[in-house]
């Protein structure tokens, strides 16, 4: 075997070494991110979900009032409404936040899909 094949043979693997360490540096990069995404959007669901408990609670707290004097029922219902409105707020903008994001591992998939229309002739 001849030293310029066997050179070329060991620069061919060492640029594919390299092109796979960079593909997996970005995989990792990308897994991080969708791991924040992931704790963003269930931090966000939980918030969701306790602000629609408290307005469900203030509700009821103004059907019970009812019979009470007028003002404490509306302002009772005012603080229900308060709460619903920014549950509303909330999921709204989780929903823009996870709509946002592209989908998980594109710029992985689209380097591995760029390297083999590379790689064939």
């Known amino acids: ?36 995404r992931l704790a963003m959007t269930l931090i966000g669901g939980v918030a969701v979900l306790i602000l629609g408990l408290f307005a469900i609670a203030f509700g009821a707290a103004a059907v019970i009032l009812a019979v009470a004097p007028e003002q404490r029922v509306l302002a009772t219902a005012c603080v ?18 996870t709509a946002e ?7 992985t998939l689209s380097e591995l899909q760029r390297d083999l229309t590379a790689i064939k002739p």
């Open 1 to 36: 075997m001849s030293a310029g094949l066997l050179e070329s043979a060991q620069n061919l693997l060492a640029g594919l070494l390299d092109l796979g360490r960079t593909r997996f540096e970005l995989f990792g990069t990308e897994l991080r991110e969708e791991l924040a």
């Open 101 to 107: 994001k592209p989908r998980a591992f594109d710029a």
């Open 80 to 97: 229900a409404a308060f709460f619903l409105v920014a549950a509303g707020i909330v999921a709204w903008r989780i929903r823009r936040v």
